[in-house]
Structure formats: C-alpha cells, structure tokens
C-alpha cells in the first residue's frame, strides 16, 4: 500500500531545502511556488506557513481548485514593481468579519533570517476598506525581538492603488528603530478590526549571520541532475553509515523509498509522471535535509 505524507508532514519535520550556502538577499515572489502548499522555497531556505485552522493561508494561484473554490484572480499580486498571479493570502477564511486575521512565516530548520520589506495587501474580505490595525512581530526563539505597529497609510484595496492594493513595509523605516538587520526566525502578521484579508508578495529577506543552526549535513549532500528526465544521483562528500531517503510528489504521494548502508553515492530513477517531487534524506545521525526536485 503506498503512504501519504501530507503537506503537514513538512511542517511536524521541519525540512531543509538545500541549492547553495545562503547569504545574499533575497525578494520570494512566490510565482514558482505550488499552488495550495503551506510552504514556500527561496535561495535554498525553505519558509513554512502558517495560521489559525479558519484562515486558510496558503499559496494562492490563478485557476488553483481546492474543494468547491477556484481561485480566479489573475495579476492580483504585487512582485514589487508590476502585477503578478502568485502570491500567500486567506481567500479562503471563515472566521468571519471584523475578526482580524494572523498568519506566521517562520523559517523550516529554525535558522534566523532578516526581512529588509514586504507588500501586504490588507482589507476586508470584501475588499471594502482598510479600518484596522497591522502589527508585524519579529520572533526569535518564541521572544518578540520587534514590533511595529500601522493603523493608516495603507494601499486602497477599492482602487487597487498604488501597488496593486499592496502596501509598502519597510522593515528600517516603519517602525521606531531600524528593525532590517534584527535576527529572527519567525513573522507574526496580524490585523485587527476590519482586517480580516492579508494577502503576501515580494518577501525580501536574508539569512542572519547569527544563526546557530547547522547546515553541514545539507552542504554535503548534492543532488543532480535538476531539472531531471529520469535519472538521478545524491552524492555526500563523505561515506555515510546508514542513509533513508523518501521521495515525494507535490501532493503528498510517497513514490520511492530507500534505506544504504555505507554509502558516498547513490543512483535512482524516478519513473512516476513529470511534476514537482521532494526528496528528503536522512541520516542515522539525525540530520536531515530535503531538495525540492523537478521532473520533465
């Protein structure tokens, strides 16, 4: 019987996705993200979503169904600098009006990162207007580093301007201190009063000098080649004594699975359709890590 891993299990694992040793800033526009997923990939860090069970964030793209709704409104985003169709928002909330609304974007492996801005689209869920309070708290080991607090100035969500309806944060202006260089593993954006509707797009970020986290395990692995048509090789830059790797589709699907003993270097192909796959390795050690792979 195959097994399912949904994408929940990202979150309980806390995945690492690996392309390179991280430092640059980075803008996630989220126009390769998969619709539906609560976990978004940028510059090799992956970011998970979250929020309370009526809100609903995810990754919003245009003509994604999930259930009974379809998302149909393209160029609804905002990349900085002209319209775009992929953004995380709560179209789909239930929590009523006038209730506010929380999302969390926290780091998968719990490394520390900076966020130099942001847009936010706020509003009601009917898009009406925008009476409320936006509060963006920096967290960094479950302690609020920053908190910065706006009540006016926000984009029309009525006329879509400027940005789209998105509005401007500037992490080393909007608050009272310069906040762009504060080390943090997690963003809790809330709203309050008529703020029921947040959508998110051109998230820039760095990771922090100051993170503690290891990435030795996931600089040693390399997975290639990627883009694939079949054919795949993980090789580490050491012999490892026992490896389990686990091979699944972007809708949870476990398709291979594999247990080595002493092993620098392993070939497998991946015969399931084309799409997007995630392969994640372990060691018996307990590190871990997971690539985020495309088939053709």
């Not at 609020?144 to 301007?161: H, L, W």
């Not at 970020?205 to 883009?227: E, G, M």
């Not at 090789?235 to 247990?259: H, M, P, S």
């Not at 392993?266 to 060691?283: L, Q, R, T």
Request: charged share 15%.
């Amino acid at each position: 019987m195959k097994k399912y891993y949904t994408k929940h299990f990202f979150l309980i694992v806390g995945i690492i996705y690996n392309v390179s040793i991280l430092s640059a800033q980075s803008t996630e526009i989220f126009e390769t993200e998969s619709a539906g997923f609560t976990i978004f990939f940028d510059n090799g860090q992956s970011f998970n979503i979250s929020s309370a069970s009526a809100e609903g964030y995810d990754i919003f793209t245009h003509g994604y169904t999930s259930g009974t709704n379809t998302d149909t409104c393209l160029g609804c985003g905002w990349n900085g600098s002209s319209p775009d169709n992929k953004f995380v928002d709560n179209a789909g909330a239930n929590n009523g009006s006038n209730n506010g609304t929380s999302m969390e974007i926290s780091t998968s492996d719990g490394a520390y990162f900076t966020i130099s801005s942001l847009y936010l689209f706020c509003s009601t869920l009917s898009l009406s207007n925008t009476t409320g309070t936006l509060i963006l708290s920096g967290m960094r080991n479950g302690i609020e580093m920053f908190s910065i607090t706006k009540s006016s100035g926000f984009a029309s969500p009525v006329t879509f301007s400027p940005n789209n309806g998105y509005t401007y944060i500037d992490f080393a202006t909007e608050g009272v201190s310069d906040y762009s260089d504060t080390a943090i593993d997690e963003i809790i954006i809330s709203g309050t009063g008529d703020l029921d509707y947040m959508a998110l797009d051109a998230f820039s970020w760095s990771i922090s000098t100051l993170s503690s986290k290891s990435n030795a395990f996931t600089q040693s692995v390399k997975i290639f080649p990627n883009p694939t048509l079949k054919n795949i090789t993980i090789a580490f830059d050491r012999v490892y004594e026992k490896i389990n790797i686990n091979v699944v589709n972007i809708t949870g699907q476990l398709v291979n699975t594999f247990k080595k003993l002493n092993v620098s270097r392993f070939n497998f192909n991946i015969n399931s359709p084309p799409g997007v796959y995630f392969v994640e390795i372990k060691s018996s050690q307990g590190e871990k890590s997971i690539f985020k792979l495309i088939k053709n």
